[in-house]
């Protein structure tokens, strides 16, 4: 089993802040708490049970359970993978 992932690693407040940079607009993070974030997310037309489990998907996220530093990605495309600048930079500039 392989755990893929970039060589660095990124809060969601420091991927607004890069986005920023990258679109020369302001973007920012609001932290909220899950039941609010379901509910933003019903309001946005998601069904209830998808809401909720994408809202505490978003907990386990800002808990680092999604963080990494196996390499595997690394070791299997036989590059370092795009950085998070470089990503958003090719995703703005399609």
Request: aromatic letters at 6%; zero cysteines.
């Amino acid at each position: 089993m392989y755990e893929l992932g970039g060589d660095e690693s990124f809060t969601l407040t420091e991927l607004a802040a890069a986005i920023s940079a990258a679109a020369g607009k302001q973007v920012t993070y609001a932290d909220l708490p899950v039941a609010d974030f379901a509910q933003v997310l019903d309001a946005a037309g998601l069904p209830a049970e998808l809401a909720e489990v994408l809202a505490d998907a978003d907990r386990g996220m800002n808990r680092g359970e999604m963080y990494t530093d196996s390499g595997d990605l690394r070791r299997l495309i036989g590059r370092p993978p795009v950085t998070l600048a470089e990503a958003l930079a090719a995703a703005l500039h399609y």
